[in-house]
């Protein structure tokens, strides 16, 4: 009986209480928006009452896992369990049903489940088996590739069943790569794809080239730490780029002036670029960084060059629109930018302790679209004001937090790599989720972990801490 008690208090309380203050919460606030005249939470016929079952059986599972299954059968199935979830991506694309503009879910009877959920704990268990390896390092090409396709992989079918808001978690893996020695510069090329695919919305490609090109030759001459000459090319570069535009509308050339100041520049930079790299390659192969550089800088001609194909024609409608008010092309409170409006009107409305449990106007009259999934933290704003709100967000941070923590001190690389990942795939969660609510992300069909309304989404962050809680009781044990 001793020997039972000592093993219940090596568990991590911090974390389990944590999830389960979240999410009885969010049961609470389901309730609270659909429960209408039925007083009847266990009501198994409504939303709530299925809540409760997901809720359960969550339960169950996190129990099974910490207290049954041995903590080395996740490293060891890693692969089976990735292959099976791979499957089940592909047989929703076939036989899965359609939901909210994707085909997400697969159907048996009135079951649903979402494997695109199921993907996030299978990718890390991946991860981290293939780098918690022995001299297993990211600063070789080969096993960079090793880590990335396991990652394009479920992004690719994910983006093909047309849920975005999944693949976008995904990012959060890119931190966990560099925290395990990838090196930064992947990830400032993904922030840079990012500003240079906004500028060219909200501008023009002609201005994103420009800033791109002009953030290459600060980068390139800080590398070679010729700070002064790096300047005093950049500027009048970028002063000459100003000016680009007008001098080639000139009277002297109009005439044969047929293409547009976005295809001169991308045409001579393109050129400048592929010299440096077939010069570099040939007489200077030891530069690997110069020669990476303008590979980069080539790329992203290309990229800023397909953006408006790609915004046309592989963006949906919604999700156009969708972007267009984040980036406030577009201001329509009763249209597109519906969403929004409404979720910052019912936060706002709460006040510093919110109009109390039940009273909310704007979710609980429907105002507020999908308030108890992708806009649940609406309800905690409107009903329990700041207060609820800053409760809601310490607990998300203290697991959060906890979860980095505990991982740092892991003995096991496989313990440790995988801790980052449900770190980081609950952060983005979080990040993303509240961020579209109060008008810093774009409108994004993702859950609130452990909060909003789903079975597939909560079964599947249950069992991602579950098996981190079992992987650290293991070691303490050890």
Known sequence: MNKRR??????????????????????LNIFSVLHGDSGNIFDF????????????????????????????????????????????LMATLVLGVSSHGSQSWISIGSFRLQPAEFSKITTSLVLAT????????????????????PLLLPMALILLEKETGSVLVYVGFLVVLYREGMSGWLIAIGFMTVLEFILTIITSPYVAMCVGLSVFLLVFFAHREEYLLGLLVTVPTVVFLIFFPKILAIEGIAAVNQLSAD????????????????????????????????????????????VQFLYNNI????????????????????????????????????????????????????YVPEQETDFIFCTIGEEWGFLGAL???????????????TADRAKDAFTRIYGYCVAMCITVHVFINIGMTIGLMPVIGIPLPFLSYGGSALLAFTIMLAIFVKLEFNERRI
């Open 6 to 27: 000592n093993s219940y208090r090596s568990l991590d309380w911090t974390m389990i209480v944590c999830y389960l203050v979240l999410v009885l919460f969010g049961w």
């Open 45 to 88: 016929g409504q939303k709530y009452g299925m809540h409760f079952i997901w809720i359960c059986i969550s339960l169950i599972t996190g129990f099974l896992i910490i207290r049954v299954l041995p903590a080395n059968i996740w490293q060891s199935t890693s692969w089976i369990l990735y292959g099976g979830v791979i499957l089940l």
């Open 130 to 149: 293939i780098m918690s390896k022995y001299g297993f390092s990211l600063k070789g090409m080969p096993n960079i590739i090793k880590v990335v396709w």
């Open 263 to 306: 295809a001169w520049l991308a045409i001579i930079t393109a050129a400048v670029a592929l010299f440096f790299i077939v010069r570099m390659v040939i007489r200077f192969p030891r530069k690997r960084f110069e020669r990476n550089a303008f590979i980069v800088l080539l790329c992203g001609i290309l990229f800023v060059l397909s």
């Open 315 to 366: 963006l949906q409608d919604h999700q156009r629109n969708r972007i267009d008010v984040f980036l406030g092309l577009v201001d329509d409170p009763r249209g597109v930018g519906y969403n929004l409006h409404q979720s910052m009107v019912a936060i706002g409305s709460g006040g510093f302790a919110g109009k109390g449990f039940g009273n909310g106007t704007q979710t609980s009259l429907g």
């Open 391 to 405: 409760f809601v967000l310490a607990l998300y941070i203290t697991l959060i937090f906890r979860i980095i923590i």
